[in-house]
């Protein structure tokens, strides 16, 4: 296990090695960063007349962040902006135009990365090349932090070889280090090459919409039971999930006559054509939520009786909807030991470790199959009490993630009052491109 692990870990430290040729051309570029003493890099980006911000995502959910980002930049910035980076359908919609579909670094667990390491390797060449071609004034990742932290980590060591000054670096979603053994050591080596972490989560504190129209459209008896399903945003993980899903509904179905299934298909061209290609095989009735458009998510979540989620953001989305839920998890074998054998909490799903409690039913690993899935949903539609337990816990935890009054103080105008983690986080890059 170990010598596997540090073979990732060495192949991933050679990724990217210009070559002789490409050193000069790199090096030419490099010496265009170089500013002068006491000016900031606002003020280099007011002489270039805009400012070019690099931002990289490479997951779903880190696309919806960054695109959020990009209009909170947009808006705040007295400078014209231009991005440039890998990003998926919403950060394209913002003007992004990627260097490579997201999808092609879209990859979960530790065993099952082994089969796209060569990908990996090319991709972060790639990245490593357009960023020193843009000349960025700062550099943004959202989330993905195995091939963010390796993409900054490399940056920062080539300015330092040059003896030069390069952007300015932020992190945006702090990782989870705290979740893992010896988490804290490595922690203290983000600072080595991110200038600033930010963490956050969705905050409004309440989503509320029209499940009356939402059924009228959809056809949705007034007796259905409807359950909504999130198998996830990577193709490995909805490929697996969504066959114990399946399962799942096959015998639930049994219990409610009147069953339908609302399939939340995040916004991967990879997932959408799974999913397309499976549905006519599935147990029960089916509506299909194509991803991007959260207006109709949250109608199909104001519809639903309760939620099946694969383990990840979308429980705090469920948060946001007062919507009771399940999650799920399974992964390669290898890659469940090594998470038991790492792992130094008790919960996965992000309600439950900020409340310190198994509020939201989890079913992991081994003991994620489609009875013990099945047993957890009934009693979650049928308990009332689990029911208003989840859903006053939810208020706890959006409060939790509610940004403190020093903060807000700290990086917006006195008057300023949209206090969205975008904005916050826009708010906090300008503050330190200033100064």
């Not at 919507?323 to 890659?335: D, F, G, I, K, S």
């Not at 919960?347 to 079913?363: F, G, H, K, V």
Request: hydrophobic content about 45%.
């Amino acid at each position: 296990m170990m010598r596997v692990r540090e073979g990732l870990e060495m192949l991933f430290r050679t990724m990217w090695k210009p070559n002789s040729g490409n050193d000069v051309r790199f090096s030419s570029l490099m010496r265009r960063y170089i500013s002068a003493s006491g000016r900031s890099v606002l003020d280099m980006a007011a002489k270039d007349g805009e400012l070019r911000v690099f931002i990289v995502s490479g997951e779903v959910s880190g696309d919806s962040i960054g695109s959020r980002l990009m209009v909170s930049l947009k808006k705040l910035c007295p400078l014209p902006i231009r991005f440039s980076g890998v990003g998926g359908s919403m950060m394209s919609r913002q003007g992004l135009i990627s260097l490579f579909p997201m999808e092609d670094i879209a990859v979960m667990g530790i065993w099952e990365l082994l089969p796209h390491l060569n990908k990996f390797r090319l991709r972060l060449k790639e990245t490593m090349e357009a960023a020193f071609l843009f000349q960025p004034h700062v550099v943004v990742t959202v989330d993905s932090k195995g091939f963010s932290f390796r993409l900054l980590k490399q940056l920062r060591a080539n300015y330092s070889q040059q003896g030069l000054d390069g952007p300015v670096h932020f992190h945006y979603v702090a990782p989870s280090f705290w979740a893992w053994k010896g988490g804290e050591a490595r922690l203290k080596g983000l600072a080595e090459f991110v200038d600033q972490g930010k963490d956050t989560s969705p905050y409004e504190w309440k989503v509320e919409r029209n499940f009356e129209d939402f059924r009228s459209k959809n056809g949705i008896p007034a007796e259905a039971t409807v359950i909504s399903l999130l198998p996830g945003s990577r193709l490995q993980e909805v490929t697996q999930m969504l066959s114990i899903f399946s399962n799942t509904m096959e015998l639930l179905k049994d219990f409610f006559p009147e069953l339908m299934s609302v399939i939340h298909v995040a916004p991967n061209q990879h997932v959408e054509n799974y999913i397309t290609g499976i549905v006519h095989k599935w147990p029960v009735p089916a509506i299909l939520i194509p991803g991007g458009l959260p207006h109709l998510k949250y109608d199909a979540f104001s519809a639903s009786r309760v939620a099946l989620c694969t383990s990840g953001t979308v429980a705090l989305e469920m948060q946001l909807a007062r919507l009771p839920c399940v999650v799920a998890y399974r992964a390669h074998l290898l890659t469940e030991w090594f998470i038991r054998y790492k792992a130094k909490i008790s919960y996965i799903s992000l309600p439950n470790i900020l409340l310190d409690s198994a509020i939201i039913p989890e079913a992991l690993f081994q003991a994620c199959t489609p009875s013990k899935l099945a047993s957890l949903l009934m009693e979650s539609i049928h308990n009332e009490s689990l029911r208003e337990e989840q859903i006053v816990a939810a208020e706890k935890v959006i409060r939790l993630l509610y940004p403190t009054e020093r903060h807000i103080k700290s990086f917006l105008q006195p008057d300023f009052t949209d206090f969205t983690p975008s904005i916050i986080a826009a708010s906090t890059i300008l503050y330190y491109v200033k100064h």
